[in-house]
């Protein structure tokens, strides 16, 4: 007997009708015998819809009263998977976050989870029962309900999956699992068998958005398997997320992402000195804005140019920023470009395999994409592409790297 968490995600959960189904394939589970925790998120649209009411009635809505708000999403669809359970027939309850102690800390809207108190989880598996738990939230030392961030009820799942030392973790949503590229804008993008934490962590910080980025830190953290797969399909194999193997090194590249939410600012003349990128810098990450990419190109004449990325939605607070530091350090000027693209591949065959991105500028080049920025990591190069490009780049790496035919290796990419 295997303890096995699923979780299930808005649009697996979106009706009565979807949650009929997800209660079957439920219920098939536990009847081969096996423990099953099944965290789900909230109703497709409603978290969106319960924010929207909140701004409706607020500029800043309060982010303690938000919480409250917000993780009632999830207690309904946990409460209408348990109904239909037991009216199929199978012992079940559902749980909230306070309920199994899973206890955070008090950001709320982006909590940190501390501890999971499993007890009363597992005394309701051993007695027999399915566990149904809504994802999203928890509680803070005062008793208080959290939430962990958009899109968090990945992080539910694999925290309990790590808490009950599952044998895997179930991710159920609309798509058959992790794949080579956005199929919406690379129709040649496949499935994937296996994947590793790492090429996941970074796929899903580059834009993938099939599993939220901190539960594949978690899952990676306590050895968690994670399976993505199609809750709208039966035959779906999924993607294995695991560790890492030697078989992996031989695909040297596992995908191809697109990120297109990106501005790119440039602050000119600046002087060539100790301590002026501290002084840049310094500010943008104090107003909370998390910059990507940083290149800085050293002037013949003791100035400098310095170009960085930030996500296009703080473009307006990082120019406020700027505007006031650039007149304070004495820079010749600023220039913005609102809307640029990142593209990148990311595989862990690169560790060990040389010549990956000098494929990629070729195949780019040969396509006639200027590269505005570069930036490498061991198992990733990310280019910055003006915005009209971006779905260009990606289709002609991904043809490259992974398409019908594509060459495995750099070397044979003549
Ligand atoms: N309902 C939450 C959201 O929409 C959490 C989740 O779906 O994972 O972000
Ligand atoms: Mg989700």
Known sequence: ???????????????????????????????????????????????????????????APDPREADVLVSTGEQVSAALLAIRLR?????????????????????????????????????????????????????????????????????????????????????????????????????????????????????????????????????????????????????SRGTWVGEEDKSMENVLVAGVTLDQNQSKITLTGVADRPGLAARIFGPIAGAGIVVDMIIQNAGADGRTDMTFTVPRADLRRALEQIRSIAGEIGAAGIRHEDQVAKVSIVGVGMRTHAGVAATMFKVLAAEGVNIEMIATSEIKVSVVVNAKYGELAMRALHDAFLGDGAHALPEELG
């Open 1 to 59: 007997m295997a303890l096995i968490v699923q979780k299930y995600g808005g649009t697996s959960v979106g009706s009565l009708e979807r949650i009929r189904a997800v209660a079957e394939r439920v219920g098939r589970a536990r009847a081969r015998g096996d423990q099953i925790v099944v965290v789900v998120s909230a109703m497709a649209g409603e978290t969106n819809r319960l924010l929207q009411m909140a701004a409706d009635l607020s500029d």
């Open 87 to 235: 009216s199929l027939g199978y012992p079940t309850i559902s749980f909230l976050g306070h309920q199994l102690k899973i206890t955070t800390d008090s950001r709320h809207g982006a909590a940190k989870i501390k501890a999971v108190d499993c007890e009363r989880l597992h005394r309701a598996l051993s007695d027999g029962h399915i566990a149904v738990v809504a994802g999203f939230q928890g509680v803070n030392p005062d008793g208080d309900i959290t939430t962990l961030g958009r899109g968090a009820s990945d992080l539910t799942a694999v925290a309990l999956a790590a808490a009950t030392h599952a044998s895997v973790c179930e991710i159920y949503t609309d798509v058959d699992g992790v794949y080579t590229a956005d199929p919406n804008i690379c129709p040649q993008a496949r499935r994937l068998d296996r994947i590793s934490y790492d090429e996941m962590l970074e796929m899903a910080g580059l834009g993938a958005k099939v599993l939220q980025l901190r539960s594949v830190e978690l899952a990676r953290r306590f050895n968690v398997p994670l399976v993505v797969r199609s809750s709208f399909s039966e035959e």
